[in-house]
């Protein structure tokens, strides 16, 4: 079974409508704020693909993603981040020893 990718636009100050791909939603118990980090699946000048995070509060009919305010909070993204990094890499290593 495929996984269907999560998409939401949004619309850049030029007024051009952007995809973006989710990745994950998550809640912090230390925050209490719901995050959502996403992809518009471009890649910077290091061939890294580029990926943003906001705030944002699940469940309302018009989705509104607020900026990261504080180094914790980006901190403990980048940490899930660097976990998720990890796994993958583990997961492709277990599947090229099979």
């Known amino acids: ?11 850049n100050e030029k007024g051009e409508e952007i995809e973006y791909e989710v990745l994950f939603t998550f809640e912090s ?4 704020k719901n995050y959502i980090v996403y992809t518009d699946n471009s ?4 061939g890294n693909t580029r990926v ?3 705030i944002y509060t699940p469940g309302q009919a018009e989705t509104e993603l607020k900026p990261i305010e504080t180094d914790k909070e980006w901190k ?23």
């Open 1 to 11: 079974m495929e996984n269907e990718k999560m998409t939401f636009k949004i619309k």
């Open 29 to 32: 118990e230390e925050t209490k």
């Open 43 to 46: 890649v910077d000048e290091d």
């Open 52 to 54: 943003y995070a906001s």
């Open 76 to 98: 403990i993204i980048e940490t899930i981040l660097e976990q998720i990094q990890e796994q993958v890499k583990e997961d492709h290593g277990e599947e090229d020893e099979q």
